[in-house]
């Protein structure tokens, strides 16, 4: 939620801070500037829309300065326009600064604030802030002392960074609940919300925790507590290219990342599979593997499409590991009082790292002593650094606001947590090596579905005006059904749900008729027949009805006009196949409705706030 980058070096900042606000443009889209200092003034350019209208917006003005800031926003409090977005400024126009994240406590503080004479001219929680920051300037403090204090009086999260005409030779950066990376270069640093928008420029990066402040110069950079102490913050180099970041000739990210699965789920797998002892093994978890086999329970906490592939790990872990596991949305866990103990461990699926909601569901079962074990992408993100334990997807940057290649990169380490555990407990070698042999297969199986991409586009041109739409699936096909519909609803801006698919007769077949598409994931395994039936009834009834199917599948080929077929695998592995139809198909749609697949309306890539 929210992008911000800073520049302070050598070189004109402007067009680096335009390059990585389009590189964060993910985290929002609503509005962007940048505000910088120059000729003993600071200077704001904002603009409604994306980072392309506010790059054109300022090309006339030929702007250089050395140091700068900028942000993409996600709106939280005000409407998306040009006096909402950031940098905001303080009533002289001398300091400027950009914000992620909610300040939760601005009521409180913007009542005295106007109690001092401050007027306001946003409705951003923001405006407060800076206005905060200038009131301790102007009992004169220096700038870095004028944040601690203002962030002392602050509840809520913050990623944020100021620059202040009266000391042009720095930024300040501070963060509590928001990411902020400080990019380490030679006579230049660089700040931003995540490694994306420096990797251009340097892959030597300092993290900042909560409750931080840094004084960032061109050649050096402080790091203090909020209370003033000075901090050794280690230098870590990341991985990662700037490739990696861009489209590669895709026209969106979201369909090079679909595209890229094959690759992706290599790297999450690579050296993680011993297939003669039919064993998993993952380093993050060495020394915690008898405690984590050993567990009461099993919860899994997550969101979204992450949330979704929790739920297939459920079925993976009680099929073959023998552990009781709930699945829980992490914005119900931590508001309920869950009951843990330290015989519990729980797994935080996150692609970002830094979703609010299952960062703060983190803290709670932390506190109350069960084991907490990471399942991230991003490397050295919140989640990673805040877990107990955990595994790196390895699914490599994810850009698209709709998740793809995280979702299958998930079940992927889900499934080989699954095989460790289930080796410690009973699963013999012989079925160990069946699980592991069929995960090595799995991404030629990926490349073969991906090849039938033009028929899946050609399904999706005869359903572009469908209004609504049903995905029912059983057993590990329901989660799949879940994800699915929520892929279309995202991008495509279509109504679909998705339902256990025997649910069906005890309410959703009330919605069937002729405009009803209905999406059946219908792989030959254990619950083949009954799916089949299902569909049946779905025919009586007039719906239009596309399968995702096996190539073996027997009797959907006489039913159904429009099946897309995925090969074969063990059960609990076909959600790895049985989903990329689905990612195809809704990408499909939503192209063809006209929409910006990459920047679906009212949608983040990264949900800091609440
Ligand atoms: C859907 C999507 C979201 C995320 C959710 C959790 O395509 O991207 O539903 O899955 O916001 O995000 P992470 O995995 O970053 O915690």
Redesign the pocket.
Known sequence: MCGIVGYIGNKNSVPILIDGLKRLEYRGYDSAGVGILSNESAEVYKKEGKVSDLESHISEFKLNSKVGIGHTRWATHGIPNEVNAHPHFNPEKTLLVIHNGIIENYTVLKKNLRDEGYEFISDTDTEVLVNLIDFYLKKELNLCNAVRFALSKVEGTYGIAAIYKNEPDKIVVARKGSPLVIGVGEEENLIASDVNALIAHTKRVVYLEDNEVAEIYKDRFIVKTLNDEKLQKHIEEIEGSIEEITKGGFPHFMLKEIMEQPESIKNSLRGRVILKDGLAKLGGLIGYEDRIAGSKRIIIC?????WHAGLVAEYMIEQYADIPVEVEYASEFRYRNPILSKDDTVIF???????AD?LAALKEAKRKGALCVGVVNVVGSTIARESHTGVYIHAGPEIG???TK?FTSQLIVLSLITLLIARKKNLSVVEGREIAQAILELPEKVQEILNQNELVEKVAEKFVDAHNFLYLGRGYQFPVALEGA??LK?ISYIHAEGYPAAEMKHGPIALIDENMPVVFIAPTDSVYEKVVSNIEEVKARGGRIIAVANNDNGKIDDLVENTIKVPSTIPMLMPVLTVIPLQLLAYHIAVKKGLNVDQPRNLA???TVE
């Open positions: 997550a969101c979204g499409t992450s699926i996150s692609q970002s790292g830094e979703t299952t606001v709709a998740s995280a929520l892929k995202e890539k990264s949900v």
